[in-house]
């Protein structure tokens, strides 16, 4: 059975830390990403950014590239076995990024990119779009229509909260039941959903408290996976720490969603 079937059979998971920081940290993660997929028998990916190309401030940490970062994911595949899922900025990065993992995802602000969508389509691999925070659930017939048009039907739609004022986001959970109507798994973003957009001086703030609740509500409107962020110390994290989910607290914040 290939991932994308099986991610059509059981709540899936996408989780990992924000951004590459090292090696290690990469291990010490991917290790319970591992144990949470065999203790709840479920499909598990493990995700991480090589490259985070739109912090808020360009002083802010953005990864170890391309190349090194593409070299991080494959010691993960390779000690682990997990699936990999990082993200794409540019077109040219699908078709090398698409060598190593097995989802691209777009991110939110990139999401009616035409050629980048194009480019992640036509690798072959499951492309998982972000709804932009500018969207609503119904908008992103469009985007999907690009990736299907493109020759690929192994798709994933990601919601991950509305711009709600400034330095704010909402989530409007009847988004996942529209995207649902289109026939492809939908997936709950319920660490970025939490995040307040630029609004800690020169970053992105957040509260991690309501990470849970967000994954509940999701699965109620019907969600067939959830993609959050983890890390061992999130409070010394160098990209989105106030939204990742610490790591020890794992366990029990997937519990109630399978």
Known sequence: MTLY?????????????????????????????????????????????????????????????????????????????????????????????????????????????????????????????????????????????KVVDAGNNQLILTERGNMYGYNNLAVDFRNIYDMKAFGYPVCMDCTHSVQRPGGAGGKTGGDRTFVPMMAVAAKAFGADGYFMEVHPDPDNALSDGPNMVKLHDLDKVIAPLV
């Not at 144990?35 to 985070?52: A, C, L, R, T, Y």
């Not at 060598?99 to 072959?124: K, N, S, Y």
């Open 5 to 145: 079937e099986q991610m059509r059979q059981k709540p899936f998971f996408i989780i990992g830390p924000c951004v590459m920081e090292s090696q290690e940290l990469l291990y010490q993660v991917a290790e319970k990403v591992a144990e949470v997929g065999q203790k709840f028998n479920v499909p598990v990916i493990f995700k991480s950014s090589f490259d985070k190309a739109n912090r808020t401030s360009i002083h802010s940490y953005r990864g170890p590239g391309l190349e090194k970062g593409l070299e991080m994911l494959a010691n993960v595949k390779e000690r682990f076995g997990l699936p990999l899922t990082t993200d794409i900025h540019e077109s040219y990065q699908a078709s090398v990024v698409g060598e190593v993992v097995d989802i691209l995802q777009i991110p939110a602000f990139l999401c009616r990119q035409t050629d980048l969508l194009v480019a992640a389509a036509q690798t072959g691999k499951i492309v998982n779009v972000k709804k932009a925070q500018f969207l609503s659930g119904a908008d992103m017939f469009y985007p999907a229509q």
